[in-house]
């Protein structure tokens, strides 16, 4: 008895842990149903059918009057028709529409711009993937990179000025302060603006990092991280050294690994044979195969059970 009420209890525990999973771990889902992909390219909807412009340049979002001009709505007797674009939550709230779409990035805060001036301009050509999108929370912001195709120099002006109130090359955005010297370099891995201001070449990087060294060059980098972290990711170590530099270190000084004893150890498994299948890229930074030849060649190599 005392077993089958202890089995019970992590039966429920169990249970409980999914359910709450399966609240708790999806995200939140909107108010409203909507696939851009199935009005604008299924049923050919013009962009400008359901945004209207304003006098200010901007676009408005459609509302329920918008979509009565395709849609039979009846706003005094909803039904379960109104579930067709409108979720359970939002009909417990009167049909009240919130958080729809992703909110504005903060990069926008100062950005000031008008959709008349770029009146003739396919509306793809800025929100990337429109025609695609089956839902509300996929839509995202246009990422600078979208507005540089144009605002080239050439085509459209290219100064801050141009698009921004506040941010300009030599004032740096709220993100630079603080700490961002100690995280800036995480960062630089995934944000594509750092060129705008700092140049493609990055030259802005090289002048302060071969001189300075990065935060996690410690007094141990050299013995036995810089290897591992080569290996995750090379690009990175290319901001500062070029790839001769690791040949003539190693070609001079051996790296720790080769110093242990079972290396190049028959009995048991050598180590270097299994670092090689590992990454035998790595070992390709000092050695090519005529080096492994010249001592398996007159060697029987044993097969691996």
Excluded at 56 to 74: A, K, L, Q, R, V
Excluded at 94 to 117: L, R
Excluded at 118 to 136: F, P, V, Y
Excluded at 249 to 261: E, L, Y
């Amino acid at each position: 008895m005392e077993k089958f009420i202890k089995d019970r209890f992590i039966i429920m525990i169990l249970v409980l842990g999914i359910s709450g999973f399966g609240l708790f771990g999806c995200k939140k889902q909107g108010d409203l149903k909507f696939s851009h992909k199935l009005h604008v390219v299924e049923n050919e909807v013009s962009c400008d059918q359901c945004h209207k412009a304003t006098d200010e340049g901007t676009m408005e979002n459609p509302t329920m009057d918008t979509c009565s001009e395709c849609h039979d709505i009846d706003l005094d007797n909803p039904s379960e028709d109104c579930l067709m674009c409108h979720t359970p939550q939002s009909s417990k709230k009167d049909y009240v529409v919130e958080q729809a779409a992703p909110e504005k990035p903060k990069g926008f805060e100062d950005v000031h711009f008008s959709h008349e001036v770029h009146d003739g301009i396919e509306c793809e050509t800025c929100h990337e993937g429109l025609k695609e999108a089956e839902n509300l929370k996929t839509l995202k912001w246009p990422e600078m990179t979208a507005c540089m195709k144009c605002h080239n120099g050439d085509e459209a002006p290219s100064s801050c000025d141009t698009c921004h109130e506040k941010l300009r090359k030599d004032v740096p955005p709220e993100s630079h302060h603080g700490d961002w010297a100690m995280h800036h370099g995480f960062e630089s891995r995934f944000e594509k603006s750092c060129v705008y201001c700092h140049g493609k070449d990055r030259k802005f990087c090289q002048d302060c990092h071969r001189t300075k060294k990065p935060k996690d060059h410690i007094f141990n980098w050299k013995t036995s991280q810089h290897g591992i972290e080569a290996t995750h990711d090379r690009k990175l170590c290319a901001v500062c050294h070029v790839a001769s530099f690791c040949s003539d270190c190693h070609r001079s000084q051996k790296p720790i690994s080769h110093r242990a004893g079972d290396w190049v150890a028959f009995k048991p498994e050598p180590r270097h044979a299994e670092e090689a299948v590992k990454n035998f890229r790595s070992c390709n930074v000092c050695h090519t195969t005529s080096d492994c030849l010249k001592c398996h060649s007159n060697m029987v190599l044993r097969q691996s059970k």
